[in-house]
């Protein structure tokens, strides 16, 4: 079987949750549409748990592009009060934007681990992909986290850079492709639900996390035979 999820945003607990509750198996595919940390409270024990599972396959998301983009330039042994020497002001301002939109958690419980930790995460993070097509029961299915901004029809998706796909704001309507369908979990530009909508050759996943965890439902699709699951 294969599921999709998205906006785990550091919630342990839900994701063991939703294994249990989709009776998730060894010979099943789980694919995660971004933002795995931040906000919830336990993002690195969260991104541990994901490093074990070889089932399980990661999106970039906006929360780990603006780790990513931080860290790439911090020493792997970096003390907390000399971060801010090793940033250049674009990066020094993804990082106040990143602590901001709920990063803090994840930075506190990353600067204390170890630096072969650090290291261990830092490259488990540069695994996670932009954009990953499937195909499940003959029909094809384009993985993202927000959609594509600057949408171009025939343009291929290796051509676009990487912010097209973390920086978009879907719309519900929008028709990217005929062949196959988009599946994202970002923010909708003006739509929000706490359930899973489908149009067209869409599927957004978004039912709000960043900052209220306890509010909102964890939302998974199984694409074999189309079924929802929720974990509140």
Known sequence: MIYITGNLCGRLDSWKKLLSQISFKQSD??????????????????????????????????????????????????????????????????????????GRVTFEQFMQLESDDREAILDYLDEFVPFDIIKVKGKNYVLTYSGIRNFEAGRSLEDYPVQDFIYNKPKIGLNYFDDKVIVFAASLDKEQSSKILMDKNMISLNCPAEGMETQCALACIRLDDMKEFYIE
């Open 29 to 102: 595919e789980l694919y995660i549409l971004g933002d795995v940390i931040d906000c919830g409270p336990e993002p690195i024990k969260l991104l541990f748990d994901l490093m074990e599972r070889p089932n399980v396959f990661t999106i970039l998301g906006r929360h780990e592009y603006m780790f990513l983009k931080c860290f790439r330039s911090i020493p792997s042994d970096a003390k907390t009060d000399s971060i801010a020497g090793y940033l250049s002001q674009e990066e020094a301002k993804i990082f106040a934007d990143w602590i901001k939109g709920g």
